[in-house]
T-cell receptor, first 110, second 111 residues
Framework: DVKVTQSSRYLVKRTGEKVFLECVQD?????MFWYRQDPGLGLRLIYF???????EKGDIPEGYSVSREKKERFSLILESASTNQTSMYLC?????????FGSGTRLTVV | GQQLNQSPQSMFIQEGEDVSMNCTSS?????WLWYKQDPGEGPVLLIA?????ELTSNGRLTAQFGITRKDSFLNISASIPSDVGIYFC???????????FGDGTTLTVKP
Protein backbone atom coordinates (compact mmCIF):
# COMPACT_ATOMS: atom_id res chain seq x y z
CA ASP A 1 0.00 0.00 0.00
CA VAL A 2 1.25 3.48 -0.83
CA LYS A 3 2.49 5.56 2.04
CA VAL A 4 3.23 9.19 2.87
CA THR A 5 4.93 9.64 6.23
CA GLN A 6 5.19 12.89 8.13
CA SER A 7 7.89 12.78 10.76
CA SER A 8 5.94 14.33 13.63
CA ARG A 9 2.25 14.20 14.58
CA TYR A 10 2.55 17.06 17.10
CA LEU A 11 5.10 19.83 17.47
CA VAL A 12 5.34 22.79 19.83
CA LYS A 13 7.81 25.50 18.87
CA ARG A 14 8.67 28.97 20.13
CA THR A 15 8.15 32.18 18.18
CA GLY A 16 11.22 32.94 16.07
CA GLU A 17 12.46 29.33 15.87
CA LYS A 18 13.35 27.76 12.55
CA VAL A 19 11.07 24.74 12.08
CA PHE A 20 11.48 21.80 9.72
CA LEU A 21 8.53 19.59 8.78
CA GLU A 22 9.57 16.43 6.99
CA CYS A 23 7.61 14.31 4.56
CA VAL A 24 8.65 11.06 2.89
CA GLN A 25 6.78 9.03 0.25
CA ASP A 26 7.55 5.50 -0.90
CA UNK A 27 5.68 5.57 -4.23
CA UNK A 28 8.31 7.09 -6.53
CA UNK A 29 5.96 10.02 -7.25
CA UNK A 30 7.34 13.11 -8.91
CA UNK A 31 4.75 15.52 -7.51
CA MET A 32 4.61 16.48 -3.85
CA PHE A 33 2.62 19.16 -2.03
CA TRP A 34 2.38 20.97 1.29
CA TYR A 35 -0.99 22.26 2.50
CA ARG A 36 -2.11 23.84 5.71
CA GLN A 37 -5.55 23.18 7.16
CA ASP A 38 -7.39 25.67 9.33
CA PRO A 39 -11.00 25.48 10.55
CA GLY A 40 -13.37 27.12 8.08
CA LEU A 41 -10.59 27.70 5.54
CA GLY A 42 -10.20 24.21 4.12
CA LEU A 43 -6.85 23.17 2.67
CA ARG A 44 -4.60 25.90 1.32
CA LEU A 45 -1.59 25.16 -0.85
CA ILE A 46 1.74 26.45 0.47
CA TYR A 47 4.32 25.01 -1.94
CA PHE A 48 4.61 22.14 -4.37
CA UNK A 49 7.33 20.35 -6.29
CA UNK A 50 7.22 18.51 -9.62
CA UNK A 51 10.70 17.04 -9.39
CA UNK A 52 13.90 16.98 -7.42
CA UNK A 53 15.25 20.48 -6.76
CA UNK A 54 12.15 22.02 -8.33
CA UNK A 55 9.65 24.05 -6.32
CA GLU A 56 6.74 26.34 -7.02
CA LYS A 57 4.80 28.68 -4.79
CA GLY A 58 1.25 27.86 -3.95
CA ASP A 59 -1.42 30.25 -2.72
CA ILE A 60 0.09 31.13 0.67
CA PRO A 61 3.92 30.79 0.48
CA GLU A 62 4.78 33.78 2.69
CA GLY A 63 6.85 32.78 5.71
CA TYR A 64 7.64 29.33 4.31
CA SER A 65 10.26 27.71 2.12
CA VAL A 66 10.76 24.14 0.92
CA SER A 67 13.53 21.73 0.03
CA ARG A 68 13.46 18.73 -2.32
CA GLU A 69 16.93 17.21 -2.51
CA LYS A 70 15.71 13.65 -3.06
CA LYS A 71 12.64 12.45 -4.92
CA GLU A 72 11.10 10.78 -1.89
CA ARG A 73 11.52 13.65 0.57
CA PHE A 74 9.87 17.08 0.60
CA SER A 75 10.59 19.36 3.54
CA LEU A 76 8.65 22.44 4.63
CA ILE A 77 10.65 25.11 6.47
CA LEU A 78 9.30 27.88 8.64
CA GLU A 79 12.17 30.35 8.61
CA SER A 80 11.05 32.19 11.76
CA ALA A 81 7.95 30.66 13.27
CA SER A 82 5.11 32.96 14.24
CA THR A 83 1.90 32.32 16.17
CA ASN A 84 -0.21 32.72 13.03
CA GLN A 85 1.54 29.64 11.64
CA THR A 86 -0.10 27.48 14.29
CA SER A 87 -1.99 24.99 12.13
CA MET A 88 -2.34 21.46 10.82
CA TYR A 89 0.17 20.81 8.02
CA LEU A 90 -0.56 18.12 5.46
CA CYS A 91 1.89 16.67 2.98
CA UNK A 92 0.66 14.85 -0.14
CA UNK A 93 2.10 13.12 -3.17
CA UNK A 94 0.42 12.53 -6.53
CA UNK A 95 0.78 10.56 -9.73
CA UNK A 96 -2.22 9.95 -11.96
CA UNK A 97 -5.32 10.25 -9.86
CA UNK A 98 -5.76 12.03 -6.57
CA UNK A 99 -3.49 12.76 -3.69
CA UNK A 100 -2.16 10.39 -1.07
CA PHE A 101 -1.91 12.41 2.13
CA GLY A 102 0.19 11.91 5.23
CA SER A 103 -1.47 11.90 8.65
CA GLY A 104 -0.58 15.53 9.25
CA THR A 105 1.58 17.49 11.68
CA ARG A 106 -0.23 19.68 14.19
CA LEU A 107 2.13 22.58 14.88
CA THR A 108 1.64 24.97 17.76
CA VAL A 109 3.80 28.10 17.91
CA VAL A 110 3.92 29.72 21.35
CA GLY B 1 -6.69 31.89 -7.24
CA GLN B 2 -9.63 29.67 -8.03
CA GLN B 3 -12.36 29.43 -5.40
CA LEU B 4 -14.51 26.46 -4.54
CA ASN B 5 -17.72 26.96 -2.57
CA GLN B 6 -18.70 23.84 -0.71
CA SER B 7 -22.02 23.44 1.06
CA PRO B 8 -23.34 22.82 3.54
CA GLN B 9 -20.59 23.69 6.00
CA SER B 10 -21.87 21.09 8.48
CA MET B 11 -24.59 18.47 8.72
CA PHE B 12 -26.13 16.64 11.66
CA ILE B 13 -28.12 13.59 10.60
CA GLN B 14 -29.61 10.40 11.98
CA GLU B 15 -28.09 7.05 11.14
CA GLY B 16 -29.80 5.64 8.06
CA GLU B 17 -30.51 9.00 6.43
CA ASP B 18 -29.16 9.99 3.03
CA VAL B 19 -26.71 12.88 2.72
CA SER B 20 -26.09 15.29 -0.12
CA MET B 21 -23.36 17.92 -0.41
CA ASN B 22 -22.12 19.97 -3.31
CA CYS B 23 -19.33 22.11 -4.61
CA THR B 24 -19.40 24.99 -7.09
CA SER B 25 -16.59 26.86 -8.78
CA SER B 26 -16.21 30.17 -10.55
CA UNK B 27 -14.11 28.45 -13.20
CA UNK B 28 -13.93 25.15 -15.06
CA UNK B 29 -12.14 22.04 -13.85
CA UNK B 30 -11.16 18.98 -15.88
CA UNK B 31 -11.22 16.68 -12.86
CA TRP B 32 -13.31 16.70 -9.70
CA LEU B 33 -12.33 14.71 -6.64
CA TRP B 34 -13.94 13.97 -3.30
CA TYR B 35 -11.95 13.19 -0.16
CA LYS B 36 -12.90 12.19 3.37
CA GLN B 37 -10.88 13.10 6.45
CA ASP B 38 -11.29 11.07 9.63
CA PRO B 39 -10.45 12.81 12.91
CA GLY B 40 -6.68 13.04 13.40
CA GLU B 41 -5.83 11.74 9.95
CA GLY B 42 -5.09 13.10 6.49
CA PRO B 43 -7.81 13.12 3.81
CA VAL B 44 -8.35 9.95 1.78
CA LEU B 45 -9.54 9.93 -1.83
CA LEU B 46 -13.10 8.60 -2.22
CA ILE B 47 -14.06 9.26 -5.82
CA ALA B 48 -12.44 10.85 -8.88
CA UNK B 49 -14.49 12.20 -11.81
CA UNK B 50 -12.92 12.91 -15.21
CA UNK B 51 -15.72 13.75 -17.63
CA UNK B 52 -18.53 16.30 -17.62
CA UNK B 53 -21.82 14.58 -16.77
CA GLU B 54 -20.06 11.51 -15.36
CA LEU B 55 -21.82 9.73 -12.50
CA THR B 56 -19.61 7.42 -10.42
CA SER B 57 -20.38 5.21 -7.44
CA ASN B 58 -18.20 3.75 -4.74
CA GLY B 59 -20.32 1.61 -2.44
CA ARG B 60 -22.89 3.87 -0.76
CA LEU B 61 -21.25 6.96 -2.27
CA THR B 62 -22.28 8.51 -5.57
CA ALA B 63 -20.69 11.57 -7.12
CA GLN B 64 -21.40 13.51 -10.28
CA PHE B 65 -19.29 15.83 -12.43
CA GLY B 66 -21.55 18.73 -13.40
CA ILE B 67 -22.29 19.26 -17.08
CA THR B 68 -20.94 22.84 -16.95
CA ARG B 69 -17.68 21.50 -15.38
CA LYS B 70 -18.12 24.09 -12.65
CA ASP B 71 -19.80 21.91 -10.05
CA SER B 72 -19.97 18.49 -8.48
CA PHE B 73 -22.06 16.76 -5.85
CA LEU B 74 -21.59 13.84 -3.49
CA ASN B 75 -24.39 11.69 -2.10
CA ILE B 76 -24.08 9.19 0.73
CA SER B 77 -26.94 6.74 1.10
CA ALA B 78 -28.05 5.07 4.33
CA SER B 79 -25.48 6.80 6.52
CA ILE B 80 -23.69 4.90 9.29
CA PRO B 81 -21.67 6.18 12.28
CA SER B 82 -18.32 5.62 10.54
CA ASP B 83 -19.33 8.15 7.86
CA VAL B 84 -18.49 10.86 10.42
CA GLY B 85 -15.71 13.16 9.25
CA ILE B 86 -14.92 16.09 7.00
CA TYR B 87 -15.65 15.74 3.29
CA PHE B 88 -13.67 17.87 0.85
CA CYS B 89 -14.26 18.49 -2.81
CA UNK B 90 -11.29 19.36 -5.00
CA UNK B 91 -10.84 20.41 -8.60
CA UNK B 92 -7.81 20.20 -10.84
CA UNK B 93 -6.88 20.94 -14.42
CA UNK B 94 -3.55 19.24 -14.97
CA UNK B 95 -2.26 15.73 -14.66
CA UNK B 96 0.52 17.13 -12.48
CA UNK B 97 -1.94 17.24 -9.68
CA UNK B 98 -2.19 20.74 -8.23
CA UNK B 99 -5.67 20.80 -6.72
CA UNK B 100 -7.91 23.50 -5.30
CA PHE B 101 -9.96 22.40 -2.30
CA GLY B 102 -13.31 23.44 -0.90
CA ASP B 103 -13.65 24.40 2.76
CA GLY B 104 -15.12 21.03 3.70
CA THR B 105 -18.43 19.68 4.98
CA THR B 106 -18.35 18.30 8.51
CA LEU B 107 -20.72 15.35 8.86
CA THR B 108 -22.03 14.14 12.22
CA VAL B 109 -24.14 10.97 12.32
CA LYS B 110 -26.28 10.31 15.39
CA PRO B 111 -26.90 6.62 16.14
Amino acid sequence: DVKVTQSSRYLVKRTGEKVFLECVQDMDHENMFWYRQDPGLGLRLIYFSYDVKMKEKGDIPEGYSVSREKKERFSLILESASTNQTSMYLCASHRNYGYTFGSGTRLTVV
Amino acid sequence: GQQLNQSPQSMFIQEGEDVSMNCTSSSIFNTWLWYKQDPGEGPVLLIALYKAGELTSNGRLTAQFGITRKDSFLNISASIPSDVGIYFCAGKNTNAGKSTFGDGTTLTVKP
